[in-house]
């Protein structure tokens, strides 16, 4: 009897106290929303918690939430985590938690009233002729509200580069080469990364000057809690000493103000140009029997040279492809040949050809030539 008024009074007590509660004699069940902060930002990512407890009842694996907020309001980042069950004795009751944690993110300001439905299954061992049958229940248990208070970030000491990044992030820019002679190609690359909003934040980089044609920032990966960009850029100059400093601004909803994370300016050196000694080719068998055929030494030399001559590689554009300044796609464009124009082959690297048209030289993909020798 007494341990009858007992529980008694703990479900009068539960029920009283504004929280969900699923009550079948000593059976019971209480499911509650809670997060750090309910004052929010718009944009911001928040984690909320789930804890169910549960006394006297086992809970099914299947959990399931219903009547959530629209995703136009609170968008859900990725499925919750199941953090597993634990069990504590409290004034000899034994209470079973279950916690799971989501990521979610407010895209309007105002207030956001989070009160769902929560599905679950309830396990009950029944003894039968057959032994012990686990026997399973469907539950829905309704949650006491979790209100938002979402607003906007402020507008004063706003920095002029800031693009709505709101959370914690770190900034890093890595240049490379930095030993380099004009002409050559520098990348620039930059990586944010952290927790927060980042979908606005355009690729980072320099801007085109005297000492620099600097090509469009890349984005070369991107997901929820990081962005990587890449910039290309041709040196013009030896007085481009450094490449400019580089900063990245958001607004940290730890300490609710601006940010500015600067990296740089990053120095560069120059090595002068390397002389690559080239041995003229000699064709030792030409040699060898030029006297034998009773010719002069001005004689070979001219068979030689027309020979030589004869190795010249031409070619004939097929694709519409412009030459370029070095062999790379993101290189300065220097000429665009027509379909069909002639051109004499210097050189290669990798799939690129070295090409001579109307007396100027660049680089052109192999694929767009027709290659002859003449």
Do not use: C
């Not at 980089?205 to 600097?214: D, Q």
């Not at 940290?252 to 560069?268: C, H, I, M, N, V």
């Amino acid at each position: 009897m007494k341990n009858r008024f007992v529980t008694y009074i703990l479900l009068f007590l539960m029920l009283t106290s504004g929280k969900t509660l699923f009550a079948q004699g000593a059976q019971m069940i209480k499911a509650e929303f809670t997060t750090k902060r309910t004052s929010v930002y718009r944009n911001e990512t928040i984690e909320i918690t789930l804890d169910i407890r549960s006394t006297g009842v086992s809970i099914g694996r299947n959990i399931q939430l219903g009547n959530m907020p629209s995703d136009n309001q609170l968008l859900q980042i990725g499925a919750f985590d199941d953090h597993g069950a634990t069990k504590k004795e409290t004034n000899g009751i034994l209470v079973e938690t279950r916690k799971f944690t989501g990521k979610f993110r407010p895209l309007v300001t105002g207030t956001i009233v989070i009160q769902p439905r929560i599905n679950l299954t309830i396990l009950t061992k029944r003894r039968s002729f057959f032994g012990t049958v686990t026997h399973q229940s469907p539950r829905t248990l309704q949650m006491k509200p979790l209100n938002l208070s979402v607003r906007s970030v402020q507008e004063s000491m706003r920095p002029p580069d800031y693009e709505n990044a709101v959370g914690k992030f770190t900034f890093d820019v890595k240049v490379s080469p930095s030993d380099i002679m004009v002409g050559d190609l520098i990348n620039i690359s930059t990586v944010i990364s952290g927790d927060g909003y980042l979908d606005e934040v355009s690729p980072i980089g320099i801007s085109s000057t005297y000492l620099f044609k600097a090509y469009d920032s890349k984005a070369i990966k991107q997901d929820t809690a990081m962005r990587s960009f890449v910039q290309t850029v041709v040196v013009l100059s030896t007085n481009a000493t450094e490449i400019p400093k580089l900063s990245f601004s958001y607004f940290d909803t730890e300490t609710t103000s601006y940010k500015t994370a600067t990296r740089g300016p990053f120095p560069l050196s120059f090595h002068a140009a390397k002389n690559i000694k080239i041995k003229q080719f000699t064709p030792e068998s030409t040699l060898n029997n030029a006297h034998s055929d009773n010719e002069t030494a001005g004689t070979a030399k001219a068979r030689i040279t027309s020979q030589l001559r004869q190795k010249i590689t031409t070619g004939t554009i097929i694709e519409e492809e412009p030459i370029r300044f070095a062999p790379s796609y993101s290189a300065l464009i220097t000429d665009e040949p027509p379909l069909d124009a002639q051109v004499r082959i210097l050189n290669s690297y990798q799939e690129w050809r070295k090409i001579e048209y109307k007396h100027n030289r660049g680089w052109i993909p192999h694929s767009a030539l027709s290659e002859e020798i003449e």
